[in-house]
């Protein structure tokens, strides 16, 4: 990590970052976007504070977040890159949150407060704990390996996506999603568990369901089952 003044500025310089403030203990503060993607970085050299508007480091060769800002007031996108842990995460994030296809077993070190959508989708994901408690978009977490949705969010402002799995079991999924829900193409016999409310459509199809799913779920939309 980069503790001299001169070498943090000459880094930020050189990856085009504007209107930084370098604060007394070195630690850095953007009064708008950075957007430090396609780089090849293998770390995140300098610690960020805050970051005002967005924050990209996709498409790099990260293992680490470390250095990455506290607080991002729209989105953060690490996506595409070697994370096998979120430690070091910004822990509010005002817009979207998304760690997609990375190589990721767990959530632990996530923000706690989202202000959109949160992406994990394309991971190795084996638990959603660490997840935040509420999001304001969607959450997607499908295409991994989960068995469970304990730790799930327990309210999604959009839509429920968890699909291509390998669930026997809905316990554990938020109590309340604005949007669809779509947990097809997993194990799942029953339908218990589930959501106490969904705003939108229930997808389920693809599943090991004997006969006709028994749902307890307020739905405001259609169950899709085959």
């Known amino acids: 990590m980069l503790t001299n003044h001169n070498d943090i500025k000459a880094w930020l310089d050189r990856m085009g970052i504007k209107n930084y403030t370098i604060n007394n203990t070195g630690t850095v503060t953007v009064d708008g976007d950075v957007d430090i993607s396609r780089k090849d970085l293998t770390e995140i050299p300098v610690q960020f504070r805050i970051v005002y508007g967005y924050f990209s ?22 996506y595409y890159n070697s994370l096998e842990s979120l430690e070091g995460s910004p822990q509010e994030v005002g817009g979207n949150f998304s760690c997609s296809n990375n190589s990721l077993e767990s959530l632990e070190g996530s923000p706690q407060e989202v202000g959109g959508s949160f992406y994990c989708n394309y991971n190795r994901l084996e638990s959603l704990n660490g997840s935040p408690r509420e999001v304001g978009g969607d959450f997607n977490c499908s295409n991994n390996s989960l068995e469970s949705l304990e730790g799930s969010p327990l309210k999604v402002g959009g839509y429920f996506y968890c699909y291509d799995n390998s669930l026997t079991s809905l316990a554990g999924s938020p109590q309340e999603v604005d949007g669809n829900f779509g947990c097809f193409n997993n194990h799942l016999e029953s339908l218990e568990g589930s959501p106490r409310e969904v705003g939108g459509d229930f997808y389920c199809r693809n599943n090991i369901f004997k006969t006709s799913p028994k749902c307890d779920t307020f739905i405001n939309g259609y169950l899709i089952w085959i």
């Open 57 to 78: 480091c996709s498409w790099n060769r990260l293992k680490s977040l470390n250095g990455a800002p506290r607080e991002v007031g729209g989105n953060f996108d690490c």
